[in-house]
């Protein structure tokens, strides 16, 4: 932001060519402190007599407006994040995540490692998708912010705080031991939320999201809205996940499909998700988070020979790009799945004419040169 020369140093007009100007000063500690005036001529009477009293060493409590807080620009800027938006829900679970760690920050005073610290904090608990869409989240709202004069730098920007590295190659797949001596580690609430997720390949959000009138028993059939595409998404209930619908639907009256408190609301998703990883992680797993659930799913879909276009579908991929990252799975499992073939087709050949007993004579062999 341009800063006005001569007499009309200190004052600035905001928003841009509203009329409406402030005035920006530091006292005596070097702090800075910014104050609505209102005409550019009442700006600048205000902003004479504020370096006077400085320079005098006047006390100025009166002015002691509240320095913008993280918090105060994150409420700000929130409700446009939220409008008509599928993942509403997200931001405004993201936007509170962020203001229980650096919303009592002062806006000037935030510094990059305030920011990196809390990166690192969840970088040890989530998935670094989940870690990077929070990191968005408080990037863009501190762009609105420089752009809405409210402040004049990024925290976040220039890579001042890099985003984690993704590699959905890299996830690990859940063995069956390990979801063995995870489920009997957890209450039977969380096993119900994790075996269900590993059934059915639903995202966290999805899933602590689904409410019990998206539920279709008689079809098998979790139909979850799409505000976006104006219809809804079908995930289909394989036996497992029908028997845990079915318990969850016996369960106290509730609006979700996993509920707590007595089904007053679903179940909170960070705590959810802490407590796979730290059961996890005492069991040696450290690598193992809760969206390995979901790529288990499609991991072990691809791992059956199951095909491509119908993993895509039932992961509910819209592009099967994202699927074929699978794909380096089905190489190790050609020989079981050309086996299957023999099982689905055995050697139909008449009797007699199999290997070892088949009459060279019966049959003509090719000949490679003409007569």
């Not at 370096?51 to 994150?74: F, N, Y």
Request: charged fraction near 30%; hydrophobic fraction near 35%; include cysteine.
């Amino acid at each position: 932001m341009a800063r006005p020369e001569g007499k009309d140093r200190g004052l600035f007009e905001r928003p841009k060519d509203s009329g409406v100007w402030w005035i920006r000063w530091a006292d005596r500690f070097g702090k800075e402190h910014r104050e609505k005036a209102g005409t550019k001529s009442a700006a600048r009477s205000l902003y004479q007599a504020r370096k006077a009293a400085v320079l005098q060493g006047q006390k100025l409590p009166e002015l002691g407006r509240r320095p913008l807080l993280v918090s105060d620009i994150i409420d700000r800027y929130l409700p446009e994040f939220v409008t008509n938006k599928k993942n509403a829900d997200d931001d405004v679970r993201i936007a509170k995540l962020w203001k229980s760690e650096i919303g009592s920050i002062a806006v000037e005073s935030l510094q990059p490692g305030d920011v990196e610290k809390v990166k690192s904090k969840w970088s040890a608990e989530f998935a670094p998708a989940t870690v990077n869409r929070r990191l968005a989240f408080l990037k863009t709202v501190f762009n609105r912010a420089v752009r809405d004069e409210l402040t004049e730098r990024n925290p976040l920007g220039s890579q001042r705080v890099k985003m984690m590295r993704e590699n959905p190659e890299e996830k690990p797949i859940i063995t069956p031991e390990q979801e063995l001596a995870i489920l009997e580690k957890l209450s039977i609430d969380d096993q119900r939320a994790v075996l269900f997720s590993l059934h059915t390949g639903l995202r966290i959000s999805e899933q602590l999201g689904a409410k019990r009138s998206h539920l279709n028993l008689k079809r098998g059939l979790l139909m979850l809205p799409d505000p976006k595409a104006g219809k809804r998404q079908e995930v289909y209930l394989n036996p497992v996940a029908l028997a845990i619908a079915t318990e969850l639907l016996q369960g106290p009256k509730s609006e979700w499909l996993f509920s707590q408190n007595e089904g007053k609301e679903p179940i909170e998703r960070d705590r959810l998700s802490r407590t796979f990883s730290a059961v996890a992680a005492e069991l040696g797993y450290t690598n193992l988070v809760y969206h390995c659930l979901r790529h288990t799913f499609i991991s072990r879909l691809v791992m059956l020979g199951v095909p491509i276009v119908t993993v895509q579908k039932l992961a509910r991929h819209k592009d099967i790009t994202m699927t074929l990252r699978y794909a380096h799975l089905y190489p190790e499992h050609t020989a079981e799945a050309v086996a299957n073939l023999a099982k689905e087709y055995p050697d139909s050949r008449p009797t007699g004419t199999k290997t070892g007993t088949r009459k060279t004579t019966s049959l003509k062999e090719p000949s490679l040169i003409a007569s």
